[in-house]
C-alpha cells in the first residue's frame, strides 16, 4: 500500500495539533487543581469555556477593598461568575474571609482577557458589560456600586475570628476603668499625600483644627468617648492633636507595609473620623456608624475632580466638614 508524502504530512501536522491540545488542556487542568488544593475551596474547578471576571489588583488595603467589592458587585449584576488573582487573595484572605473563588496564575496568564477600566462611580453602562474574559481596571472607592447589597459586602469584608479578637481586647484595655465607653476610630492619611495633594490635586490633607473640630463634635454628643487614633504620620498626629482630655489614644506602628492591624481596630470602633484616602472610607463603611470627613478639599478647577466626585465618594448620611484651602489658594494664586 502506498501512502502519499503529503497524506502523511497531515496526519503528522494534525498529530501535533491533538498532542499540544491535550497538554495545555492537561497543564491548565493541573493549575487548577493544584491551586484548589493550595487555597482550599475558594479556588474551584472550572471550565474556561464560561464567563470569567476578575479585578487587576493595585496598590494597598483599601484600593484592593474597593477593587473586590466592585468586582463582587458588577459580576453580580451581569449575571456572572468572579474570581480573584492570587495576589488579591494573598492579602485580603489574611484578614478577611472572603468568598470569591481564586483563579490560578497560570490559568489567567494565558487568557485574552478584555480589559476594561472602571471610573469611580456607577455608570449606567456596568448594567451591560460584555466579553467572556473580562478583568477590571481601575481602583473605584464609591459606595454607588455596590450599597444596594451591603450586606453582603460586609459578610465578605467579615474579619478571621483572631484578628477580630485581638482588635477587641486591644480595644478592652485602653478603656481601664471607664464605663460606657463610645469608640471612634479616627484615620489620619499623610505620607505622600502630603506632597501629592497640593502638587498635582491643587488639595489639602486634613489639618489639625479639621481634627479638633470633629473630636469637639463626639466629645459633645457622648459622654466618654475614646479616641483611637492610627496614621501613617503618628508623629504629626502626637503634636497636633490635642490629648489634655485624656481621651486620644495614639496606636499602631504608623507604617503603611503593615495596615491590618490599625485597620482592624478602626472597623471595631462605634463611630469614625476619616481624613482622605480609601484606608479611612473602608474603614468608616465597615463600622456604619457616624462618620465625619473631610469634604471640599480641592480647588474648584482641581484635575483630580475629573475622576473623583464628592457625593460619589461620602454617604450621604456622613457629617463632612469643609477643609480650610487657604494654604493651596495662595500656593495657587487662585480664589474660591
Known sequence: MKVHLSTMGTISVMSIIVIFSYFYYFNKRLAVTLTRSYYGERSTNFSLDTVIWTAHPSS??????GEYAVLYA???INGHKAYVLPQMHNELGKIFKISLPVIPQKVADSINWRRYTIKDWMSP???NISGQYVKLFGSPCSWTFYHHIRDEILQEFTFHDSIK?????????LRRHKVNVTYIGVHVRRGDYVSVMP??????VADKNYLQKAMDYFRQKYDNPLFVVT??????CKK???NSLGDVYFVGDGKEGSPARDFALLAHCNHTI????TFGYWAAYLVGGETIYLTNFTLPDSPYLKIFKYEAAFLPEWIGIPADLSPVIGKQGGAL
Open 74 to 76: 458588577l459580576a453580580k
Open 125 to 127: 453602562e456596568y448594567f
Open 274 to 277: 476619616m481624613t482622605i484616602g
Open 60 to 65: 494597598r488595603l483599601g484600593n484592593k477593598m
Open 199 to 204: 502638587k498635582e490635586r491643587k488639595g489639602v
Open 240 to 242: 497636633n492633636i490635642k
Open 231 to 236: 496614621s501613617n504620620g503618628m508623629d504629626w
Open 165 to 173: 479578637n485581638e482588635a477587641n481586647s486591644y480595644l478592652e484595655r
